[in-house]
């Protein structure tokens, strides 16, 4: 009755701060024809962006957001081996909780952790996935967007026409898919799927000390997804549901029995509501967003099925309820924007002396921009307030962050930069997991810099950054000292300095369409906590100098190709940066073909998969081998 009480209470308080909110005006980008000032969507120039749309999606040996990612410069994913495995994202090296993951517009959040899990969702229904490095710049955004120090987006594809589509999946390591998709034209889209794999595959682990080789098991993945979307002029609305049951295989350790093998398992439950409107007018726009979201984690080590552990059953449940509302007014060389946004979060866990705990987050911007001639400057302050409400509760958290942009555009070259300094709140875990977390934590800062070019033109598309980052009072866990358990602290200071590019390349010739994509970055990336310790200016974990990737995708007559090329330099799994530490380079190459036939009004289209073509056996994180050669078969009929 507590929670379901409190709900009530965060919905009144997010209607409220609606309609208040809808009485304020909101800064984005203005578009100018003549003399008259349109709110529309024109994107703006002013932070580098990285975009892979359907035809590229689709062509790509890739099966969820998180191996798209992949593709993108200065994204560094965790990928703990498997279709199972946890899949987190890491954008110049700031950590996955400073990323924002929006699907449609607006945020996936976790309260508990703050890492999002993007091998959950799908591509087979998305029409692009974007990074954007700061935040994006168009209107009627959410005061949230600009929390972040890098932003996903995630955008579904829109039905165009009335569909119905089987899809059937098999391959390496048990793999078994089935997915169904019908939709009407412009007014909305169900999406269901199951996919099940044994996730089982042989591997080979190398270090200093020992060359282990074996088969990963515990690793078994089932899941059941459904989505379904509603449009109607300016409203749209998205329902989301996962459920999953996996194994966790844990680290390759050899131990004296031989047994490496983790048997723990692991139950999510994930539901979600948005609905998000927007309106335009002469100079004068405003959107909405609603969501509500309920998480469910259960987690299981049970030692009657391996001895080496101990007795663990644990449920976590999450609920989230989120209101925002956004308003733009434009003329022709300004704009200004303000928008406020709330969310209500809540975590309950049967973990011993965990005390509920519930928080209030609410965010205010006010921003404006600047267009003449060519030249774009975007100023923006951030306004945040967090309280959270439990035994033993955090002081409240109150920040001002600002963010400076500008850019000069000028036919299809554009110089750009920006300043943005943005703090991460601590986790929940952070402050209040039983015997680690530590209320007494700070936020953790992060300041960017970063100056870029770009060129675009009818086929080509080059982009060039130079960029630099700070993060200090960094949240890490540590051992205490006479304690024997670790604590949450800030402690450390990171420096950060790279350059990426960018490269991308289309053109069509008849039936004969090319495509191809291409990304390197280089990035040093340091600790410099305390002159005094050891550690002192060591490179960072898991933090590559050199990354690149290359897709080149061709189509022809019903007939595409796409190979993909990923490559990732040496680095260190500690911050010791001791040589058995050391993890080496890998690089992997993925091929895939298709082929469309029609059959009637109908078509069919049949796939086959390569992934990990050269079978480079490799640990993108320590200890957690990646699969090797495997393959994958897929037919598609669509009516």
Known sequence: MRTFSKLHICVALASIAATAGAQTSR???????????????KPHYLTPSQTLRGDMLRSLSATSVADALKYFSGVQIKDYGGLGGLKTVNVRSLGSQHVGVYL????????????IDLGRYSLSNMESVSLYNAN?????????????????????????????????????????????YFALK??????????????????????????????????DITFYRLEAAGFYKGLSTHVYYYNSERGLPGPVIRRLSDQWDSTDRQWDQ????????????????????????YDYLHYLQDPRTNAATMYCNNHYTQQDL???????????????????????????????????????????LLSAIASYRGFEANIALLYTHISDHTRGAASPLSRLTPMYLASWHGGPLTVRAFHKRIFRAPTLNDLYY???????????????????????????????????????????????????????????????????????????????????????TCQRDRDFSSPSDPEYKNTIPYSPLHSASLIVSLGYDGWSACTSWLYTGDRFALISNNKEDMLGAWQTVD?????????????????????????????????????????????????
């Open 136 to 180: 994006r710049n168009e209107r009627l955004q959410s005061a949230s967007e600009y929390a972040s120090a890098a932003t996903v987006y995630m955008q579904t594809k829109r039905p165009t026409q009335t569909t119905y589509t089987m899809e059937y999946g098999c391959g390496s390591f048990g793999l078994n898919k089935l997915k169904g």
């Open 591 to 639: 091929l895939k073909l298709s082929k469309t036939f029609t059959i009637s009004r109908h078509s069919l289209q049949t796939t086959i998969e390569c992934n990990n073509l050269t079978d480079s056996r490799h640990e993108v994180v320590k200890r957690y081998p990646m699969p090797g050669r495997n393959w994958k078969l897929t037919l598609q009929w669509r009516m």
């Open 27 to 41: 800064l984005d980008s203005v578009q100018t024809l003549g003399d008259v000032s349109v709110v529309g969507v």
């Open 104 to 115: 449609d517009g607006i945020r996936i959040t976790n309260a508990q952790n703050g890492q």
């Open 434 to 520: 039983t015997l680690v977390g530590n209320a007494q934590l700070r936020p953790e800062y992060t300041s960017q810099w970063d100056l870029g070019i770009d060129y675009k033109d009818r086929h080509l598309h080059l982009a060039v950054d130079l960029y630099t980052s700070r993060i200090e009072d960094k949240i890490v866990a540590i051992p205490m000292k006479c304690q024997f358990r670790w604590s949450m602290v800030n402690f450390g200071l990171v420096r950060s300095l790279g350059i990426s590019t960018t490269a991308g390349y289309d053109r069509t010739w008849g039936k004969l369409a090319l495509s191809a994509n291409a990304n390197y």
């Open 270 to 293: 994930n539901f979600f509501i948005q609905s998000s409107y927007k309106h335009s007018w002469e100079h004068f726009g405003l959107k909405t967003n609603l969501k509500y979201s």
């Open 322 to 364: 989120y209101g925002s509302v956004a308003a733009a007014w434009n003329t022709r060389y300004v704009s200004l924007t303000a928008s406020t946004d709330l969310r209500w979060s809540d975590l309950n866990a049967d973990v011993y002396k965990f005390a509920y705990v519930y928080r209030l987050d609410s965010k205010s």
């Open 186 to 219: 412009n007014l909305l889209f169900i999406d269901a799927e199951y996919q099940h794999s044994d996730g089982d595959y042989a591997f080979r682990f190398r270090s200093e000390q020992e060359d282990t080789v074996g088969t990963r098991h515990n690793s």
